[in-house]
């Protein structure tokens, strides 16, 4: 129905009480492309909408955003839908891919049935279907269904076995249920598909560790550093779980590899330094922290290390203005790193560059 008629610059438009409707068709399933809009729903009754908008667009800019038609949720898109007499079939050409942020977005606030029932109705537009299952799965997880959580993800990997997060949250769902066997079959999935995924390596040792398999635990970190020989922290955690599992040599012969190595990523550095320190070389740190620090000055986690150089080298005074500059800004930082300061200071060298 019409409700009122905009003249602007010598043009009469038609603006109705489906033209917001028409607007988030238009965005949130086709992208914001309107010939593919109208070629499938051209004959329809928001046909006349579709074509006022095609004018609008060229008259006005920032038309086709969500500020027109928003909150559009799924009960009222369900009425306009009945009102104009379309089904999600008509999108034939559409990509959702507004509808599929759109539902992520009512889940994250904490309105699962809502979210729910978008994705119901997208099962029968063209739309991925593994992705579907997916999302599905993702939100019961979110929501703390656990087990429908796992039946639809399962269901999406049945559709397309290569969908790398559905095996990531399958083995992140598992291992958080104590099922570490499980966790470390989907972990490994993920790996075979994307071999650059370094993380998942770290995550499936630990399911190992925790399933008590050490020895395939071990063949991950040897894995990962053949892939990677530069990769300082995973040697560490070889040389940790080789004195788990009472492979002395071998634990010393690695820790041996870390301390004649110097660190290629940032997120080496600190394990790196620690190993350096059992063995009295802060000088080695220091110099290397340095270099760092000049490509990243304002790392925290280098300036803590550095505290350490600079009271083992005999530099109160730099130690102590280090730890005042924590005091300004960064103070909740210095409490995660006391763990260091306590291994490899003494109490009186804490006192003295203000520690306690």
Known sequence: ??????????????????LPFSVAILDQIYDGDLNLCLEDL??????????????LIAAFEDIVEPEIYAPIEYLEFNEYMNECGLTVKNFARG????????????????????????LDLLMDANVDKATLCELKGNIYLEEGNEEEGIRWLQQALMIDPSLLSAHSFLGQ??????????????????????????????????AYIQAGRIDE?????????????????????MVELCQKAGDFEQAGKIEEEILNSRPVYINDVEVWAKTQFRYGRFDTVQEQVLEFLKKEPEKPELKMLLV??????KNCEEARRLMKSFEKGQLWY???????????LTEEERRQCGIL
């Open 1 to 18: 129905m019409e409700l009122i008629r905009l003249k602007y610059d010598g043009n009469i438009y038609s603006i109705t009480d489906t």
């Open 308 to 313: 350490v150089t600079f009271m083992k080298l």
């Open 217 to 237: 635990a071990m063949n991950v970190l040897r894995t990962l550093s053949q892939r990677d020989p530069s990769n300082i922290l995973t040697k560490a955690e």
């Open 173 to 206: 769902t598992y291992y958080n249920r104590g099922e570490y066997d499980k966790a470390a079959q989907y972990w490994n999935r993920e790996i075979s598909i994307a071999p650059d995924h370094l993380v998942t390596y770290f995550m499936l040792t630990d």
């Open 42 to 55: 051209g004959g329809t009754k928001i046909e006349p909408d579709l074509e006022t908008l095609k004018s």
């Open 95 to 118: 990509t959702f891919g507004g509808f599929q942020d759109k539902i992520l977005s009512i889940a994250d606030r904490g309105d699962y049935e809502s979210a729910q029932k978008f």
């Open 334 to 344: 210095f409490y995660g790193k006391k763990e260091l300061f306590n291994e490899f």
